[in-house]
């Protein structure tokens, strides 16, 4: 929607003004009004993409970090799925959350948390285990 890329653009306004080490975590409520583009009446809790909610308030290094976690997790549930189709569900259904994380607050739910947690346990546990 245009809000939501409206939030997004007031996003990207604080990671270019804050990109090293963001506002700080927890901040975003009180960095965006701030950066709030012009024609965009309410105040955002989130920004809406867990990646740029991320950039804001960690800074760009943090969803890199997460970014590059998350592929070892997928590669790794995909390579084993080839032999567990357990696992490839899990790594499909742990990429379907990251997917989802760039259009939502996703992470910010903890029930959503505690499961992509322990998919992605579930999927790096060591052949033997």
Known sequence: S????????GSADII???PVIGTGIGTFVWAFPRYRPAGLDLQANSAHNDYLHMASEIGVLAPVIMIWIFAVVIGTGLRKGISDPVILGLAIGFLSLCMHG???FNFHIPANMILFTVWA?????????
């Open 2 to 9: 245009d809000t939501r890329l409206k939030i997004w653009r």
């Open 16 to 18: 270019a003004h804050n």
């Open 102 to 104: 760039l259009v939502d």
């Open 121 to 129: 346990a579930i999927i790096m546990r060591p052949e033997d285990a």
